[in-house]
């Protein structure tokens, strides 16, 4: 009975692959979280250039993650990829001060292109290993995030070399994802 009712639930839902397109400045770790989520393992990175994508099982979810190079020279080429995306994951390297106003600037483009009009954001903190990594609080001031009315957005410590809050991350993207379903 249960495979017959699995056969049905398969026919008529297909296992849908949801796309996350992960951009943010420059060595902010964005290719080492996704290696990270598609391996299991930190792995020796060089600058991106153009993309990688690869795809991330979590909870029953398949995600096909795209991760985008952020030199300065690349990031106008981000929005090529916008298209049918079921959500931003946006990576910061949260010991760099000195760009964080660059990062709020990204996000603005972000919130307000047209691809992505009510698209959830998820905002990675990364880097929360190194001791003078900015928190939570002070990140989430710098880039004005109480100010976004328009998306759902989430901020998440994490450490994209072990994985600490990386999978917490995935959660929330799960639920947006699920809730988006029923
Ligand atoms: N300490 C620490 N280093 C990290 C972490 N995540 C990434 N790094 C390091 O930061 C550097 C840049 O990481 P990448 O993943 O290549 O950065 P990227 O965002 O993909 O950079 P681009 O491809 O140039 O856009 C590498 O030396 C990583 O090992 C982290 O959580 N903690
Ligand atoms: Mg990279």
């Known amino acids: 009975?249960?495979?017959?009712f699995s056969s049905f639930w398969l026919y008529w839902f297909?296992?849908?692959?949801?796309?996350?397109?992960?951009?943010?400045?420059?060595?902010?770790?964005?290719?080492?979280?996704?290696?990270?989520?598609?391996?299991?393992?930190?792995?020796?990175?060089?600058?991106?250039?153009g993309s990688n994508v690869e795809q991330v099982e979590f909870k029953n979810l398949t995600f096909e993650v795209w991760?985008?190079?952020g030199q300065a020279s690349l990031r106008p080429s981000w929005a090529s990829y916008y298209k049918a995306t079921d959500a931003i994951i946006l990576v910061l390297d949260s010991t760099d001060r000195a760009r964080v106003r660059i990062a709020k600037g990204e996000l603005q483009s972000i919130l307000g292109?047209?691809?992505?009009?009510?698209?959830?954001?998820?905002i990675l903190a990364n880097k929360q290993d190194l001791k003078d990594a900015m928190s939570?609080?002070?990140?989430?001031?710098?880039?004005?995030?109480t100010d976004i009315r328009d998306?759902?957005?989430?901020?998440?410590?994490c450490c994209a070399l072990s994985g600490e809050g990386l999978f917490d991350g995935m959660e929330w993207i799960a639920q947006r994802?699920?809730?988006l379903r029923t």
């Open 151 to 157: 998306h759902p957005w989430h901020i998440q410590p």
């Open 67 to 69: 991760d985008l190079g």
């Open 1 to 4: 009975m249960g495979q017959v």
């Open 136 to 145: 939570v609080e002070e990140m989430s001031t710098a880039l004005a995030l």
């Open 113 to 122: 292109h047209e691809d992505l009009r009510t698209i959830g954001i998820l």
């Open 14 to 49: 297909p296992n849908k692959e949801y796309k996350l397109v992960m951009v943010g400045l420059d060595n902010a770790g964005k290719t080492t979280a996704l290696f990270k989520l598609h391996l299991g393992e930190a792995i020796t990175t060089q600058p991106t250039i």
């Open 177 to 179: 994802v699920n809730q």
